[in-house]
T-cell receptor, first 117, second 114 residues
Framework: AQKITQTQPGMFVQEKEAVTLDCTYD???????LFWYKQPSSGEMIFLIY????DQQNATEGRYSLNFQKARKSANLVISASQLGDSAMYFC??????????????WGAGTKLIIKP | DSGVTQTPKHLITATGQRVTLRCSPR?????VYWYQQSLDQGLQFLIQ???????AKGNILERFSAQQFPDLHSELNLSSLELGDSALYFC?????????????FGPGTRLTVL
């Protein structure tokens, strides 16, 4: 079973609009972390935002915020006032808790976001 | 710039050959992770080192090996290369390898096996 599901393979959004990228996850571990990364066409992987399973508030980092709905096991990324430079692949990733000290990230398939001028 | 460096940026080689990819973590980071990104498999975790010791192993083939040196840089060795090994190989580093640690990625090494 998929542990991280990103249901939107691709999205087109008009510049300056807000965009929500979906991510649902599956874990039975009470302790986990959720991450969003951006991969532009140049290839590098850029960390955007982190949400811990015990965090009381939704994470925010500048124009990025994470809509964390624990009961629904969803961690959607919201980008406000999108810019042309936001065009990229976006990956949702999860790290489960202290299982044999295994801190690997489990990745979704990604969403390709294209911002239209 | 994440502070993680990887060399080389591009590598083209032939089947059956052996290559070494190098990674220098961010200053102060003790943990290094290696990932493979291919078109058909997506992002796959290969292996993690913490302060010189192997901490976790993922989908790493037996033909692949890695190590972390006393100065904390890491090398990923790929041998008996096959066409299917063509991929983008990322190194990431984090401070302590703990549950809330954030992994910062290097620019990647693009390996092409001909």
């Amino acid at each position: 079973a998929q542990k991280i599901t990103q249901t939107q393979p691709g999205m087109f959004v008009q510049e300056k609009e807000a965009v929500t990228l979906d991510c649902t996850y599956d874990t039975s571990d009470p302790s986990y972390g959720l991450f969003w990364y951006k991969q532009p066409s140049s290839g590098e992987m850029i960390f955007l935002i982190y949400q811990g399973s015990y965090d009381q508030q939704n994470a925010t980092e500048g124009r990025y915020s994470l809509n964390f709905q624990k009961a629904r096991k969803s961690a959607n990324l919201v980008i406000s006032a999108s810019q042309l430079g936001d065009s990229a692949m976006y990956f949702c990733a999860m790290r489960e808790g202290y299982m044999d000290s295994n801190y690997q990230l489990i990745w979704g398939a990604g969403t390709k976001l294209i911002i239209k001028p | 710039d994440s502070g993680v460096t990887q060399t080389p940026k591009h590598l083209i080689t032939a089947t059956g050959q052996r290559v070494t990819l190098r990674c220098s973590p961010r200053s102060g980071d003790l943990s290094v992770y290696w990932y493979q990104q291919s078109l058909d498999q997506g992002l796959q975790f290969l292996i993690q080192y913490y302060n010189g010791e192997e901490r976790a192993k993922g989908n790493i083939l037996e033909r692949f090996s890695a190590q972390q040196f006393p100065d904390l840089h890491s090398e990923l060795n790929l041998s008996s290369l096959e066409l299917g090994d063509s991929a983008l190989y990322f190194c990431a580093s984090s401070e302590a390898g703990g549950d809330t640690d954030t992994q910062y990625f290097g620019p990647g090494t693009r390996l092409t096996v001909l």
